[in-house]
């Protein structure tokens, strides 16, 4: 009965690989988000889709790239990896409802670039 | 722009006795206000919210929140710390309305440690 699921939860790769990491929800949300939490534990959001479309794109390298197949899902594809893209990234998602936009997370995927 | 502080990075208080996270918000217009708690390698779990209605916000875990529009405040507290309130804290703002979308600007963040 997850509500937000990320997977793989752990990812080790070497730099300038590409990778994935994806996310699902199961509570209905019609809009979903991607934070990023560094080594010092701060949070800052990268992207979010709503109904599928993009509506938030922060200022994230090119490399990174979402995807929204459908309301229930958001994937996030990096290009070229980088030692500095070493972060855990969390997935969120919401329901607009009365627009305050309460945001569930999923438990993260902490990504490790060598 | 908005922005959060979170007043003190690391709060250390013993068993049973008052804890008291700090967060201060700047804003033109009060926005929707968060608690989250982080315990270690997990997600972020949300405490409580607020909305505009109740100034006063009770959330889980016997944790509250106060919002002093005057003093651009909203502050968590718990009457009595519990060893398993152990975790890291963030407080995070929304504008209301417009177009964000609910992006949040989270503050940095406060670990607390409770001892026996």
């Known amino acids: 009965d997850t509500a937000v699921s990320q997977t793989p939860k752990y990812l080790v790769t070497q730099m300038g690989n590409d990778k994935s990491i994806k996310c699902e929800q199961n509570?209905?949300?019609?809009?979903m988000y991607w934070y990023k939490q560094d080594s010092k534990k701060f949070l800052k959001i990268m992207f979010s889709?709503?109904?599928?479309?993009?509506?938030i794109n922060e200022t994230v390298p090119n490399r990174f790239s979402p995807k929204s197949p459908d309301k229930a899902h958001l994937n996030l594809h990096i290009n070229s990896l980088e030692l500095g893209d070493s972060a855990v990234y969390f997935c969120?998602?919401?329901?607009?409802?009365?627009?305050?936009?309460?945001?569930?997370f999923g438990p993260g995927t902490r990504l490790t670039v060598t | 722009a908005q922005s959060v502080t979170q007043l003190g990075s690391h709060v250390s208080v013993s068993e049973g006795a008052l804890v008291l996270l700090r967060c201060n918000y700047s804003?033109?217009?009060?926005?929707?206000l968060f608690w989250y708690v982080q315990y270690p390698n997990q997600g972020l779990q949300l405490l409580l919210k607020?909305?505009?209605?109740?100034?006063l916000v009770k959330g889980i875990n016997g944790f509250e929140a106060e919002f002093k529009k005057s003093e651009t405040s909203f502050h968590l507290t718990k009457p009595s710390a519990h060893m398993s309130d152990a975790a890291e804290y963030f407080c995070?703002?929304?504008?209301?309305?417009?177009?964000?979308?609910?992006?949040?600007?989270f503050g940095q963040g406060t670990i607390l440690t409770v001892h026996p």
């Open positions: 969120a998602s919401s329901h607009p409802g009365t627009g305050v936009y309460e945001q569930y």
């Open positions: 509570l209905g949300h019609d809009t």
């Open positions: 889709y709503n109904n599928k479309e993009l509506i």
């Open positions: 804003s033109s217009v009060p926005p929707y």
């Open positions: 607020y909305t505009s209605a109740a100034t």
């Open positions: 995070a703002v929304t504008p209301r309305g417009g177009t964000s979308y609910g992006k949040l600007t």
